[in-house]
């Protein structure tokens, strides 16, 4: 298991995944949030780009950002 701590200000946990052949990226902040990469970097963004459109939902739906 490798731990990110990038320019995004959550916590992401990067896990190699044997049945997916890839990495799966993960913020234990923000449940539910997860994402799929064939490297770790694109497994990154990938989860950066989810991040940003479950922020506009909850924002959408006037909830409050983690």
């Given at each position: 298991?490798?731990t990110y701590l990038?320019p995004?200000?959550?916590?992401?946990?990067l896990?190699?995944?044997?049945?997916?052949?890839?990495?799966?990226?993960v913020?234990p902040?923000?449940?539910?949030?997860?994402?799929?990469g064939?490297?770790?970097?694109?497994a990154?963004?990938?989860?950066?780009?989810?991040a940003e459109?479950?922020?506009?939902?909850?924002?959408?739906?006037?909830?409050?950002?983690?």
């Amino acid at each position: 298991m490798i731990t990110y701590l990038g320019p995004f200000k959550y916590r992401i946990i990067l896990t190699w995944s044997t049945e997916d052949g890839g990495y799966i990226a993960v913020v234990p902040g923000l449940r539910g949030l997860s994402a799929f990469g064939e490297t770790p970097e694109k497994a990154v963004r990938e989860l950066q780009a989810a991040a940003e459109l479950y922020f506009d939902v909850l924002q959408k739906d006037g909830k409050d950002i983690p």
